[in-house]
């Protein structure tokens, strides 16, 4: 069955600087994958799409790439601030569902 | 423009008793999705709702069921509580065929 990892359980970064989470993933050939960020107490909300055949996508300070060939994915987040500070989970695109990953915990230190 | 809306918020129940977590989707939206998220882990999908029929079904036993109305809203049913049931249910809503999904904040359901 497919597995998803992600880098660390938990990353702490001072603010302004860049943080780079990494989302890995085996058994699996998503149509497209996704991020998610979470905040304790509430539902996961959307980010980022992207699929199979782009490379890159931005959203303002967002960025996200997709490497098929190594079946990983990173999320960056530049100029980071406190309010960056969430769980950010990788989502991999069947077509009718999507997989999870267990998250990574995102901590910007002023 | 209400998003996703899930009732009830917190849920207590003890084992072997059944529950029913309801779910109104976005508007505009026609397929809805529920997913099981136990404490410090990703949310697992259960099943998907599209036309009140089943769609896809995760790796989850008998014992959780649901229901599509003709409104698009949607029931996820637990029979025979168990407490490793204990998580946070979310409810996801989406267009046919499109992506991203959108979620509610869950309800929380605990099992003594």
């Known amino acids: 069955s497919q597995k998803i990892e992600q880098n660390s359980e938990a990353l702490n970064i001072q603010e302004g600087k860049t943080a780079t989470l990494t989302c890995n993933y085996t058994?699996?050939?998503?149509?497209?994958l996704q991020w998610y960020r979470q905040d304790p107490g509430r539902g996961p909300v959307f980010l980022l799409l992207i699929r199979e055949n782009e490379k890159e996508k931005r959203k303002e300070r967002l960025k996200v790439t997709f490497d098929t060939t190594l079946k990983q994915s990173l999320f960056h987040i530049t100029a980071s601030q406190p309010a960056d500070s969430a769980t950010y989970l990788c989502?991999?695109?069947?077509?009718?569902?999507?997989?999870f990953g267990t998250g990574t915990r995102l901590t910007v230190i002023p | 423009d209400a998003g996703v809306t899930q009732s009830p918020t917190h849920l207590i129940k003890t084992r072997g008793q059944q529950v029913t977590l309801r779910c109104s989707p976005k508007s505009g939206h026609d397929t809805v999705s529920w997913y099981q998220q136990a404490l410090g882990q990703g949310p697992q999908f259960i099943f998907q709702y599209y036309e009140e029929e089943e769609r896809q079904r995760g790796n989850f036993p008998d014992r959780f069921s649901g229901h599509q109305f003709p409104n698009y809203s949607s029931e996820l049913n637990v029979n025979a509580l168990l407490l490793g049931d204990s998580a946070l249910y979310l409810c996801?809503?989406?267009?046919?065929?499109?992506?991203?999904?959108?979620f509610g904040d869950g309800t929380r359901l605990s099992i003594l």
């Open positions: 996801a809503s989406s267009l046919a065929g499109s992506q991203p999904q959108h």
């Open positions: 058994n699996y050939s998503p149509a497209y």
């Open positions: 989502a991999l695109g069947g077509a009718n569902n999507l997989f």
